[in-house]
């Protein structure tokens, strides 16, 4: 009888294990598959973005992804909710989080989910604190049976974070990297094709939240993105942000931009905003200053413009800055009254006079001589301003850009046709702004600007950036002719940009005080001033153009809060730069003449 027992016993084994090996075989490797193997993403290095120097502007160093396998929470856990509870209270202080979001998280619907993603991108002090807890909970569970270690199932994927070394230096250009790892604005957003690259994927065998290293994986690795290197200088744009910031500030102004050019090349050595914002931390951020107004922003330019209405009248031929133009104190135009923003006695000014002393009524006049009628000349100066780039996009390609606004000419109001030539019913951007003084100082040449100098791929191959395209506005002679008039504006006595003088260098600028659509009403309230120019003037290297928006404390007029502005940066690009002081005495063309 125990003979025959033990035979059925041993039957008994034999039929389950043909049970195991040929009939269930395939179902217990399926279910081993899922519950042992995992795949995780491999992130990618995001690409550097540095100064035209080579100096970090944005990086990436290592982080780490806090993941959890709410599976490994005992059924008991998950029932009464101790285990997932316990974890989410002892993680929130570490992590930053609402400990109830957390417990929420470790408590996922799906009873077979794996993978749960608790925080991104952590520094690794955050990691190793979360070990050595996890740690601890282990050797104490180890001794003392009524505890469990609640973090068992807490684990971390490599990743990497994004910093700004250098704070809120030029983050309206840089912008920043969502919580997604994408670029939220900016360069980042811009090019984060090209600097975010690939992500890799490895797939490894699990136990107890731990890779079996006796069990082979897979993986595809990551591809680093491409560094970007950038025009501008990081000293260049630190004083140019410097400067601008002060003067907002002094000025209680709503904001304020300054740009930086090189005239010859198109590049943008420095494109500064004010107020800014530190991309390292976007929740002290101002939603409103997050961008980059100087591309942005739309605004009616003023008086700055009246070098394209100048330069228009003498491409045309129909004046020199020596023709005479008799300026009364008002002037009668259509349906409207026009000044200038002195009360004066009747002007007898020359043309590079009426740049000088930057008169509306005498520019109305000039620019009155383009045509045989008010239409045609409204015609003739609608092409130059095109020429000179209003009214189209500058070609940077920035997120958020404005192209401005520049109306078909015979659309223009009876207002229109005599404002314009003097920078109201028109809008612009501060990139065009700069880009027109850089034309007239590039011998009548636009080159458009640019912000990027090229890429480096991670075989480390640079690659230039394609060339800017190039356009004649108007002949080399007029544009020498704009900047000796110009330079009437900053060194004549009776010119309105005295105050951007620079000691031992010719300076040619125009200034600019515009009224100001307010933003929130769409009605006239408060003033744009800004002031624009290059130097040296006899050889022209670097343009500055400064707009400051509302200022409400002290003067609103241009040449005298942008002009100190103008002065301040112009004078570091051009020791920063190393160009030599100029070497010959400053142009002296008539401002007035005698009736």
């Known amino acids: 009888m125990v003979g025959l027992a033990l035979t059925l016993v041993l039957l008994v084994f034999v039929v389950r294990l043909l049970q195991v090996q040929a009939v269930d075989a395939s179902a217990y490797a399926a279910k081993a598959e899922r519950n042992r193997y995992v795949v995780h993403t491999l992130a990618a290095q995001r690409g550097e973005i ?3 120097t080579g100096v970090a502007l944005a990086t990436s160093v290592d982080a780490y992804d806090i ?44 009873k077979k989910l794996r993978y749960v993603k608790l925080a991104g991108r952590q520094t690794p002090q955050v990691w190793k604190q979360i070990k050595d807890l996890r740690t601890a909970l282990a050797d104490k569970a180890e001794t003392d049976k009524s505890t469990v270690n609640v973090l068992a199932g807490i684990l971390a994927e490599p990743s990497s974070k994004r910093v700004y070394p250098n704070g809120d230096l030029a983050a309206g250009i840089l912008g920043w990297v969502n919580a997604e790892g994408k670029g939220g604005g900016g360069i980042e957003q811009q090019l984060n094709g090209q ?72 590049e ?15 929740t002290t951020a ?30 045309e031929n129909v004046a020199t800055p020596a023709t005479h133009v008799v300026v009364p104190n008002r002037l009668h135009r259509g349906d409207r009254l026009f000044k200038d923003d002195v009360e004066h006695p009747t002007w007898y000014l020359t043309l590079n006079g009426v740049l000088a002393k930057s008169s509306n009524i005498g520019t109305i006049l000039a620019t009155g001589q383009l045509g045989k009628n008010q239409a045609e000349a409204n015609r003739v100066l609608y092409k130059y301003l095109r020429k000179f780039g209003i009214g189209s996009y500058t070609g940077l390609g920035f997120p958020g850009e404005t192209k401005g606004i520049l109306a078909s000419p015979d659309t223009w109001s009876t207002s229109q046709q005599y404002t314009i030539p003097f920078g109201q019913g028109v809008s612009i951007n501060a990139m065009q702004a700069a880009s027109v003084y850089s034309t007239v100082a590039n011998g009548g040449v636009r080159v458009e600007p640019t912000l990027v100098r090229g890429t480096q791929g991670p075989d480390g191959v640079f690659t230039p950036a394609p060339k800017p395209e190039k356009t004649r506005v108007v002949s080399e002679k007029t544009a020498r002719t704009l900047a000796r008039m110009l330079e009437s504006v900053v060194d004549d ?28 009403t769409g009605k006239y309230r408060g003033y744009t001033s800004s002031f624009a120019g290059f130097a040296p003037a006899d050889k022209p290297r670097v343009t500055v153009y400064c707009a400051i928006q509302n200022a409400t404390e002290g003067s609103y007029f241009g040449g005298q809060i942008c002009g100190p502005v103008y002065k301040k940066v112009m004078e570091f690009a051009l020791k920063t730069l190393q160009v030599p002081p100029t070497g010959t005495p400053p142009a002296k063309l008539p401002v007035t003449f005698k009736p």
């Open 493 to 520: 006595r009776e010119g309105t940009g005295t105050k951007a003088r620079i000691p031992g260098y010719r300076v040619a600028g125009k200034t600019g005080t515009a009224n100001r659509v307010d933003p929130a």
């Open 50 to 52: 540095t100064d035209r």
């Open 195 to 266: 600097l975010a690259g690939e992500d890799g994927k490895i797939r490894y065998a699990q136990s107890g939240g731990h890779q079996v290293p006796t069990v082979g994986s897979t993986e595809t690795p990551a591809v680093p993105g491409s560094d970007i290197e950038l025009t501008i200088d990081r000293d260049i744009q630190w004083a140019a942000q410097n400067a601008i910031a002060e003067q907002v500030k002094e000025s209680k102004a709503d904001r304020g931009y300054v740009i930086v050019q090189d005239t010859a090349t198109g």
């Open 286 to 315: 101002d939603a409103t200053a997050m961008g980059n107004a100087a591309v942005q922003d739309a605004y009616e330019p003023g008086s700055t413009a009246k070098v394209m209405s100048m330069a228009a009248v003498l491409e």
């Open 67 to 110: 993941t959890a396998d709410p599976t490994l929470f005992t059924p008991e856990q998950l029932e009464i909710g101790d285990g997932p509870e316990q974890a989410a209270a002892l993680l929130a202080p570490i992590l930053g989080q609402d400990q109830a979001e957390l417990a929420r998280k470790l408590r996922p619907e799906d």
């Open 268 to 282: 943008i050595l420095a494109m500064a905003n004010s107020p800014g914002f530190d991309p390292n931390d976007l």
